[in-house]
T-cell receptor
Framework: AQTVTQSQPEMSVQEAETVTLSCTYD???????LFWYKQPPSRQMILVIR??????QNATENRFSVNFQKAAKSFSLKISDSQLGDAAMYFC???????????????FGKGTKLSVKP | DAGVIQSPRHEVTEMGQEVTLRCKPI?????LFWYRQTMMRGLELLIY????????DSGMPEDRFSAKMPNASFSTLKIQPSEPRDSAVYFC??????????????FGDGTRLSIL
């Protein structure tokens, strides 16, 4: 079964600085998708960025970018020019691209709580 | 465009009562998911519908939980009878295509359920 591990329960960053959140996953599959979701205190789950495993190029969305290392099964999120509004729980998630059974279910890590200091 | 809409946002009820959570997916999305979030277990998938049909309910904890999707724009998650250990945040999410598609799931704001 696939697992997702976020080894940093909490992180802190100074406003305008850069922070990297770690995520590793375990799978025997070659085709899958990876996501980062943000959950602010308002509780809403907001998609931040996604990566298809077959793409070698790292995904980027404005200040958010990932470092996808398929061989190492690593998928870290970098937030540049951190803003106060970035403070939230960040969840890494894995989804198989296969079919049948429970394949295709989103599997979440436990999350990393990010604080942004003014 | 409206996102996934869940109601109620908060629910507080006494043990043994029936609880019904509601979800309206994004128009045009044909996959719907119910998740439960707790501190101990994180986010867990309860049930997945595709084209209004339940495809995978292996995450439903026990018979006290049931979910329906009578049409493409509405789903309910019911707990009867409720127990204190059911207290959690329940999320509904929807997406285009099947669950293995490359389309992301879009989440509602969740329902915070407290069973006293």
């Amino acid at each position: 079964a696939q697992t997702v591990t976020q080894s940093q329960p909490e992180m802190s960053v100074q406003e305008a600085e850069t922070v990297t959140l770690s995520c590793t996953y375990d799978t025997s599959e070659s085709d899958y998708y990876l996501f980062w979701y943000k959950q602010p205190p308002s509780r809403q789950m907001i998609l931040v960025i996604r990566q298809e495993a077959y793409k070698q190029q790292n995904a980027t969305e404005n200040r958010f970018s990932v470092n996808f290392q398929k061989a190492a099964k690593s998928f870290s999120l970098k937030i540049s020019d951190s803003q106060l509004g970035d403070a939230a729980m960040y969840f890494c998630a894995y989804r198989s691209a296969g079919y049948g059974g429970s394949q295709g279910n989103l599997i979440f890590g436990k999350g990393t709580k990010l604080s942004v200091k003014p | 465009d409206a996102g996934v809409i869940q109601s109620p946002r908060h629910e507080v009820t006494e043990m043994g009562q029936e609880v019904t959570l509601r979800c309206k997916p994004i128009s045009g999305h044909n996959s719907l998911f119910w998740y439960r979030q707790t501190m101990m277990r994180g986010l867990e998938l309860l049930i997945y519908f595709n084209n209004n049909v339940p495809i995978d309910d292996s995450g439903m904890p026990e018979d006290r939980f049931s979910a329906k999707m009578p049409n493409a724009s509405f789903s309910t998650l019911k707990i009867q009878p409720s127990e204190p250990r059911d207290s959690a945040v329940y999320f509904c999410a929807s997406s285009l295509g099947g669950r293995a598609s490359n389309q992301p799931q879009h989440f509602g704001d969740g329902t915070r359920l407290s069973i006293l």
